[in-house]
Nanobody, 117 residues
Framework: QVQLVESGGGLVQPGGSLRLPCAAS????????IGWYRQAPGKERELVAH???????KYADSVKGRFTIATVNAKHTVSRQMNSLKPEDTAVYYC???????????WGQGTQVTVSS
């Protein structure tokens, strides 16, 4: 079992920045990849960024160059940095962990990010 607790959301003006920490606990040794998702009102959940246990990252085209994902403290914390925020980045953001050979999925509770002037 892996537990994920998210924090750091809130209201920010266009062009601003936010950091969304995701604290992981439990069977962290079994985590093989971390995903960063978001879901805007009326839309499906989409993958924003992904990082493997080896540190390889990939980003959605819509956030490339603006968002950064990294793991710190031996995967106990997932660092999610958002810069140059746009109104279309408004969504609930989720932390996801894949673990074990069966690739079980674990989700954080989500955190709301609103980009508005």
């Amino acid at each position: 079992q892996v537990q994920l607790v998210e924090s750091g959301g809130g209201l920010v003006q266009p062009g601003g920045s936010l950091r969304l920490p995701c604290a992981a606990s439990g069977s962290i040794f079994s985590v093989t990849a971390i995903g960063w998702y978001r879901q805007a009102p009326g839309k499906e959940r989409e993958l924003v960024a992904h990082i493997t246990g080896g540190g390889s990252t990939k980003y959605a085209d819509s956030v490339k160059g603006r968002f950064t994902i990294a793991t710190v403290n031996a995967k106990h914390t997932v660092s999610r940095q958002m810069n140059s925020l746009k109104p279309e980045d408004t969504a609930v953001y989720y932390c996801n962990a894949e673990a074990g050979i069966t690739r079980d999925n674990y989700w954080g509770q989500g955190t709301q990010v609103t980009v508005s002037s």
